[in-house]
């Protein structure tokens, strides 16, 4: 039994890693001045013409660092949005440790692969882990942001509500696209009133939870935009406070192979362990965010 409670601890860490990397936002290197309505529609257009996209590959490279968590990551994967599908492998070094996890998801269930998580054969024999990533962020009290889980995409959602002081930096090659690179300050309020009325209510208690977690209502990011109007970079870097420990993460994000009719093949139940309850509860105590020191 102890063996179980302890790779239980294990998988529901790295359910929180996920979330402190993805599932949650802050902000950037703040820009200074100098925006344009015309440059924050341009990167509201990206976002909606990207978001509505069949599908895309991406590549992206992360970094979460505190006190006692150094994390590096490379993830590869491709994005349906047509069928709300994906997969994608991530490779991370913790603490000197090389992990390797697979995982795919439709609509908010996800499966992770079980051998790379350290401990995962105390809990089952079979090859997946499944859990439900809604009951999950709703545990946390994030229930209503546009969380995708370990999809690090999902930020493209927040560029919605691109504002008049969006900055235009230049122009860059990336991956040999030309693409037309910009700077945007988020107001996570602004973001609330996109969301539909039904769902408003939701997204502002998750919103307020989010801005009181990283002591701010800005969320800068970086993006770059070919004349497709694709995003084609996305670039994070930002503090956050996860069950009690500071941390920072890096990310860059690159998308590319648009309308790939590549499918996204899902583990049966047959090859999936269900541990949405298991996970709900060892969360239970664990907080987005830091108490006053």
Same mark, same amino acid.
């Given at each position: 039994?102890?063996?179980?409670?302890s790779a239980?601890?294990?998988v529901?860490?790295?359910?929180?890693? =996920?979330?402190?990397?993805?599932?949650?936002?802050?902000?950037?290197?703040?820009?200074?001045?100098?925006?344009s309505?015309?440059?924050?529609?341009?990167?509201?257009?990206?976002?909606? =013409?990207?978001?509505?996209?069949?599908?895309?590959?991406?590549?992206?490279?992360?970094?979460?660092?505190?006190?006692?968590?150094?994390?590096?990551?490379?993830?590869?994967?491709?994005?349906?949005?047509a069928?709300?599908?994906?997969a994608? *492998?991530?490779?991370?070094?913790?603490?000197?440790h090389?992990?390797n996890?697979?995982?795919?998801?439709s609509?908010?269930?996800?499966?992770?692969?079980?051998?790379?998580?350290?401990?995962a054969?105390?809990?089952?024999?079979?090859?997946?882990?499944?859990?439900?990533l809604g009951?999950?962020?709703n545990?946390l009290?994030?229930?209503?942001?546009?969380?995708?889980?370990?999809?690090?995409t999902q930020f493209l959602a927040?560029?919605?509500?691109a504002? *008049?002081?969006?900055?235009?930096?230049?122009?860059?090659?990336?991956?040999?696209?030309?693409?037309?690179?910009?700077a945007?300050?988020?107001?996570?309020?602004?973001?609330?009133?996109?969301?539909?009325?039904?769902?408003r209510?939701?997204?502002?208690? *998750?919103?307020?939870?989010?801005?009181?977690?990283?002591g701010?209502?800005?969320?800068?990011?970086?993006?770059?935009?070919?004349h497709?109007?694709?995003?084609?970079?996305?670039?994070?870097?930002f503090?956050?406070?996860?069950?009690?420990?500071h941390?920072?993460?890096?990310?860059?994000i690159?998308?590319?192979?648009?309308?790939?009719?590549?499918?996204?093949?899902?583990?049966?139940?047959a090859q999936?362990y269900?541990?949405?309850?298991?996970?709900?509860?060892?969360?239970?105590?664990?907080?987005l965010?830091?108490?006053?020191?």
């Amino acid at each position: 039994m102890r063996r179980k409670s302890s790779a239980l601890a294990a998988v529901a860490a790295a359910i929180m890693i =996920v979330l402190a990397g993805c599932g949650s936002s802050g902000s950037a290197s703040k820009t200074a001045g100098g925006g344009s309505p015309h440059a924050g529609s341009a990167v509201v257009r990206a976002a909606d =013409v990207t978001g509505s996209s069949s599908g895309y590959r991406f590549q992206a490279t992360m970094s979460v660092t505190g006190a006692s968590t150094a994390l590096k990551a490379t993830m590869s994967g491709m994005i349906l949005s047509a069928s709300h599908r994906g997969a994608l *492998a991530l490779r991370e070094r913790v603490q000197g440790h090389s992990v390797n996890v697979s995982e795919r998801y439709s609509g908010k269930t996800y499966w992770v692969s079980a051998t790379g998580i350290p401990g995962a054969a105390a809990l089952t024999s079979k090859p997946w882990l499944k859990y439900n990533l809604g009951s999950t962020l709703n545990q946390l009290g994030v229930g209503g942001l546009p969380s995708g889980g370990s999809n690090p995409t999902q930020f493209l959602a927040y560029l919605k509500a691109a504002g *008049a002081d969006t900055q235009k930096l230049g122009t860059q090659t990336v991956r040999g696209v030309a693409t037309t690179h910009y700077a945007v300050a988020v107001n996570l309020n602004s973001y609330v009133r996109l969301v539909p009325s039904a769902d408003r209510t939701a997204a502002r208690k *998750a919103i307020q939870r989010l801005i009181s977690t990283l002591g701010s209502s800005t969320l800068h990011m970086q993006i770059w935009v070919d004349h497709h109007n694709l995003a084609r970079r996305l670039y994070l870097s930002f503090p956050e406070c996860v069950a009690q420990q500071h941390l920072h993460l890096g990310m860059t994000i690159d998308l590319f192979d648009f309308a790939t009719k590549a499918t996204v093949t899902l583990p049966t139940e047959a090859q999936s362990y269900d541990i949405t309850s298991l996970v709900d509860r060892e969360l239970a105590t664990e907080k987005l965010g830091c108490s006053a020191s």
